[in-house]
T-cell receptor, first 110, second 115 residues
């Protein structure tokens, strides 16, 4: 089955810096790669996703890149703000269930 | 539009007992997935139900079971509770299924503590 590795597990940045979170997946048939943000006491919420026919997608300060050959994808957050502090999860899947990485705790200090 | 509702939000059980958690998906959503969240393991997939049928299943023992009703509401049950079952159990709904259509909408979870 699918296995998703996520790094780093914790990330601390200064406000205004960029943050990068990386994930690798094992199932070459996976074709959907979302990123979720979980704030304290809440369920995860989708922030951006990418499908395997696209290499890069951007939404304001957030971008995701996908390298299907290497089976890895990354989340890039630019101009970080304190409200970006949360746990971020990557996931990979296809018609079957989404498999999540173990999460990255991002702390943005002002 | 109401979000995903999970009940109860918090519960405490003792080893050997059983527990049932409930999830009401967003109106119109037919797929319900369940995840176990623990600090060390992140989000682990339990199972997914679609139109009252279990469509996918994760790698959990048979003590973990679920079902979905005709109105798409879902329940999961854990029997013979163990200390390691202490976790946040998250339910997520989607229109058709997690891989195909994309976005999962998560509830706030049911926090289970096993003593």
């Amino acid at each position: 089955g699918e296995n998703v590795e996520q790094h780093p597990s914790t990330l601390s940045v200064q406000e205004g810096d960029s943050a990068v979170i990386k994930c690798t997946y094992s199932d070459s048939a996976s074709n959907y790669f979302p990123w979720y943000k979980q704030e304290l006491g809440k369920g995860p919420q989708l922030i951006i996703d990418i499908r395997s026919n696209v290499g890069e997608k951007k939404d304001q300060r957030i971008a995701v890149t996908l390298n299907k050959t290497a089976k890895h994808f990354s989340l890039h957050i630019t101009e970080t703000q304190p409200e970006d502090s949360a746990v971020y999860f990557c996931a990979a899947g296809r018609e079957t269930a989404l498999i999540f990485g173990k999460g990255t705790t991002l702390s943005v200090s002002s | 539009k109401a979000g995903v509702t999970q009940t109860p939000r918090y519960l405490i059980k003792t080893r050997g007992q059983q527990v049932t958690l409930s999830c009401s998906p967003i109106s119109g959503h037919r797929s319900v997935s369940w995840y176990q969240q623990t600090p060390g393991q992140g989000l682990q997939f339990l199972f997914e139900y679609f139109s009252e049928t279990q469509r996918n299943k994760g790698n959990f023992p048979g003590r973990f079971s679920g079902r979905q009703f005709s109105n798409s509401r879902s329940e999961m049950n854990v029997s013979t509770l163990e200390l390691g079952d202490s976790a946040l159990y998250l339910c997520a709904s989607s229109l058709d299924g997690s891989g195909n259509t994309g976005e999962l909408f998560f509830g706030e979870g049911s926090r289970l503590t096993v003593l």
